[in-house]
């Protein structure tokens, strides 16, 4: 009987010990530097773009175009990310891509729950979890919050221009593991609502 106990105990802790061994294991991984997504054949992706590129041609009426960077859908819910580069402190987004992302992100909250960030990066490593970003959600942008500046405020030579120009300053600063967990929070939630 003692023994039968002994055993009892001694496979609780074990349990216990790979319980807590599993929750670290998870830890590891989700600070893994390796992407869930990898583009596999980076020349046929890169032929895809260029083949695109030849749609809208010199002669037609049409120009410009863009693309949305990331979108993500789970059980009904979206999560929209548009990355840009800065450049003196400052992000540019043409006003057709704004107005685009607006009347998107108006129509899906009509119907299910979106979330729309635009993300300012410099030249950064995005597998790096500590590295810095800056965010501001489609919400703020709304709300003005956000100012919608069609001029660049610095500089007085400068006219109005066919774009927003966000600067560093007005967005948040935040690590790439946050915007992890901001991902990660939202898909969360549309587990939880959209059932």
């Keep these: 009987m003692v023994n039968e106990t002994n ?3 001694d496979t609780l802790y074990e349990k216990e010990s790979q319980i807590h061994s599993d929750h670290n294991t998870k830890q590891i991984i989700r600070k893994s530097p390796k992407a869930k997504y990898q583009i596999f054949d980076e020349l046929e992706f890169t032929r895809g773009r260029e083949v695109l590129g030849n749609l809208i041609v010199h002669g037609m009426i049409a120009s410009g175009g863009t693309d949305i960077d990331w ?3 789970h059980r009904g819910g979206f999560i929209i990310l548009e990355f840009k580069g800065f450049h ?8 057709g891509q704004m107005i685009a ?3 998107l992100h108006e129509k899906l909250n009509q119907s299910t729950k979106c979330f729309l960030y ?14 810095t970003i800056w965010i501001f959600e489609m919400t703020q942008w709304k709300t003005g919050a956000i100012p919608k500046n069609n001029r660049d405020i610095y500089d007085e030579s400068s006219g109005k221009q066919n774009k927003f120009i966000v600067y560093r300053e007005h967005m948040e600063e935040i690590s790439v593991e946050k915007l992890r967990d901001i991902v990660d929070l939202h898909w969360k939630e549309f ?5």
């Design 7 to 9: 055993e009892l105990i």
């Design 191 to 195: 587990e939880k609502i959209m059932q």
């Design 88 to 95: 003196n402190d400052k992000i540019n987004i043409p006003k």
């Design 101 to 103: 992302y607006e009347k």
């Design 71 to 73: 979108l993500i859908e």
């Design 118 to 131: 635009v993300v300012g990066c410099d030249d950064i490593d995005f597998s790096n979890p500590d590295s």
